[in-house]
DNA sequence: CGTGACGTTGAAGAAGGTCAACCAATGTGG
DNA sequence: CCACATTGGTTGACCTTCTTCAACGTCACG
């Protein structure tokens, strides 16, 4: 295996330490996973609604987002995906897509085989947990997405998935200011927040004036993270991404 | 063990086996599970936010609410829970709540010790496969619920609602007229949906008015099932209630 | 240098929220 | 068995937020 492959999978296994505990073996068999390499463009599904798959799709770089519609054909992002996510981890349990998987921007993603993970679980249970956990995290993101979208403003809501983005992205966080990579459309924001793409251009705007943050084409402008955290009632706890080495978990066979 | 528990353990084995296979050995193992039985009163948190729990709650009766809250107070219901669901199975793997856990009426709830579950998938996988792919069903109601509160319109978001409420709850559903229980107030309605309880009050008498259904103190009277789906733009598909025999599932070890 | 995708802005209107009052059902203590 | 309190449902008037529609601007790229 090129070497560059094993260093996407080390970008999945430091996800998967943050968060629980794996023998030497465990993280080995994470990074002997067969991949297969693939350039996905802007806008374009690479798994469908409804599709059947049977591989897991890990993101090297670029976005993804999940996508799903009601009847009338309005479109709402359900989740974002960033490098070193596995995008359809669910998959492996539930093959069937419930919702469309589709790159924001240009990606690169990895395919693993279902058989691959399944035989690595089935040696190593604690990879199993390990997974489930990760999956986890996801539904809690999606938790705290419904509270946004059902609850609050379009300001607080913007400002909230901007900070997230920031989190997630590990962007260079400081509290004067700062810069992070982010390309999207003001359009796929809109999909994501649940507004349309005119107020979010205007929101958008008012978070300018404010002095909070600048949203341009290649790139968001933090100027005032502490003033952005506020605006979106963004408490970083849900992402569970800065768990101490003492409490990370196992509870399959503890070491 | 009193023979009434098993029973309610049974509920719980017959939602497992209608996603996953489970030989008759494992199907034992959840039977066996050690339950303690308690009576939590409405409106009444039985886990809090951040808590950390040691057992998972399997709901024998009675309607929980999963709930989030932003920091102005507004509280967001993320998931409603019914009979034989087990509210925070991924407790299991995630031991500190994120959202707290709260009856929304009188509700019998059977706790079942964390090490009990942990013994039983060590000894089974296939039984930490069945409770993972639980776990994914959840977050594709999560899923369908971001998309119902983001892009519906009030009516079309309560009509979801109860048309989902309706098929978990087994409801005798016909073309004509059905009642089935559903015993929550308009405000918690409000809760789920996004809404204040004023404009619940005023889309349920439009629903009234258009005679698709008459929400009552103690029931929900479905007058047209067909015009309450279409309404709320439902398809029941994302529930995964109904799964064939062929088609239900097992990647450990096949039998 | 034209074309298409995306961003920006204004005007008008709809959906839903807020506030406030009142009503109906249920439960409790005297 | 009644007076009263409490909880939840109902309604109206008014206001805010966001959408809709439509036009125009701007940037990147072939």
Known sequence: MPRSETRNLQAFLDR????????????QAILDLPTHAEQVDANSDFVGLGEIVDHVSLIVSGLVGRFDQN??????????HVAGDMTNLHSVVQPQATSALQALSVATILSIPHSAIRAATARHPALAEALWRDCMVDAAILSQWVVNVGRCHARTRIAHLLCEMATRLKAPVEREAFTFPFLVTQTQIADATGLTSVHVNRVLKVLRLE???DVQRRAVVVQD???????GDFDPNYLQMNIQPEERLRIVRPI
């Open 71 to 80: 009847s009338e054909g309005s479109r709402q992002i359900t989740a974002i």
């Open 211 to 213: 002095g909070l943050v």
């Open 16 to 27: 998967l330490t943050s968060r629980s505990v794996l023998t030497g073996e465990e993280q």
């Open 225 to 231: 993270w502490d003033g952005l955290m506020v605006a």
